[in-house]
């Protein structure tokens, strides 16, 4: 790993299915690859204006996954509200993408990892993702329901996912979770 100046380590990831990859923020010269990224990989423009929406409204960490013939994933941190527990800093993971011809390659696993690892250095506590439930364990996200948290949007139970950070952070907590405004303008 490489450290570059804004404290954080450059990660470069090298395997059988990655070519070397690098894990870092996004630069302002990133912003439309990331969007055609989003784009991309949802087929159409709604988490591709999420994106851009958060990037100027939010507090958010935003990654990419970048190769040398571009970016070819990214992801995006974006802080939530937790009412009946305001003290608890937490984020959701919303939304990441990876760009079609790279998909099921590991490059969302490193996203998923080095975000995580971002959103703890700066001392989120609990992180929350709406998202497919055999994917998301693998990083430690259960049921929120375990911890008595809802979300805002109906979404199944098995779908809508927490991770503490900080080990206790949601223990004996409830409430409900509130995504940031940009959310429910698309």
């Given at each position: ?64 996954a970048a190769e040398d013939d571009g970016v070819v994933g ?50 989120v506590e609990a992180v929350f993702v709406v998202g497919h ?49 940009a959310f429910r303008a698309f």
């Open positions: 790993m490489e450290r570059v100046a804004s404290g954080f380590s450059r990660k470069t990831v090298q395997s059988d299915t990655i070519r070397s990859m690098q894990i870092r923020i996004e630069a302002p010269d990133d912003i439309p690859h990331v969007h055609a990224v989003n784009r991309a990989a949802f087929e159409s423009a709604t988490e591709a204006m999420l994106v851009d929406a958060l990037r100027t409204q939010a507090g958010v960490i935003s990654l990419v990214h992801i995006m941190f974006s802080p939530v509200r937790l009412r009946g527990a305001e003290d608890v800093r937490a984020m959701a993971l919303a939304p990441m993408a990876v760009v079609p011809g790279r998909q099921r390659s590991g490059i969302g696993s490193e996203l998923v990892r080095d975000g995580l690892a971002r959103c703890r250095q700066q001392g439930p055999t994917y998301y364990p693998r990083f430690g996200f259960g049921p929120a329901s375990i911890f008595g948290i809802t979300c805002e949007f109906e979404v199944p139970d098995d779908a809508f996912m927490a991770l503490e950070l900080a080990p206790g952070a949601l223990r004996g907590r409830s409430g409900q979770v509130f995504f940031h405004e």
